[in-house]
């Protein structure tokens, strides 16, 4: 074995070269094990918490997704139906009183491509929109619509009544903190809309502040 700084023959086993005395390093692992180590090691620590990172921020992500998805459903299919009523006004030059009227001749005679389901219709995009009368003749809708001055409620589930969570948005104090895929609104012999205060409310009025 030769000495690295010098030269020298040294003897095996040597620690020091006798010539210049430069110190002898001992066996070193080949560059591809270290690396390999290194790696492993890294691997081995940093996986784990990748995995935990994940597992805590993709739900979150997925939820939020889903949520402007609803939104954006729910604000589409109340656009519909309040063209659909419009549509029916023009055609047949009247507002109807009653609710079957305002149902069957004012919004699924106006729209095309509808699926009857008990109580409602799924629209062509799978929204389904069903229905609950409340006794009361349909009129134009007042100022500010309160449940009890509507003929109907309309529930807009947003990718089906049969498929989960089912569940109306919810609201805590004067906004609303959670969006679900169902949606209440309120049906006029002129207009659907959401009761004024409700979180289907504040998203509407989220999109008008957007603009």
Request: proline content about 6%; charged content about 20%.
């Amino acid at each position: 074995m030769k000495c690295k700084n010098c030269g020298f023959e040294i003897p095996d086993k040597s620690k020091a070269c006798p010539q210049c005395g430069a110190k002898l390093s001992g066996d070193k692992f080949p560059t591809w094990v270290i690396v390999f180590l290194v790696l492993f090691g890294a691997g081995f620590f940093i996986l784990p918490i990748i995995g935990i990172v994940a597992a805590m921020t993709i739900p979150i992500l997925i939820s939020n997704t889903d949520n402007a998805k609803n939104k954006a459903v729910y604000k589409k299919s109340l656009a519909t139906l309040n063209q659909a009523l419009m549509m029916g006004e023009a055609q047949n030059g009247r507002l109807y009183s009653r609710f079957n009227d305002v149902w069957e001749k004012s919004i699924k005679d106006s729209l095309a491509n509808l699926q009857d389901i008990p109580n409602g219709v799924i629209f062509a995009d799978g929204t389904e929109v069903k229905y609950e009368t409340l006794g009361n003749p349909c009129r134009r809708a007042p100022q500010d619509p309160y449940a009890h001055t509507a003929c109907a409620i309309l529930t807009i589930d947003a990718n089906g009544f049969a498929k989960g969570p089912n569940a109306r948005t919810a609201k805590t104090t004067g906004k609303y903190t959670r969006v679900n895929d169902q949606f209440k609104v309120l049906l006029y012999s002129d207009s659907v809309v959401p009761e004024k205060g409700s979180p289907e409310y504040d998203i509407i009025q989220e999109s008008i502040s957007n603009y």
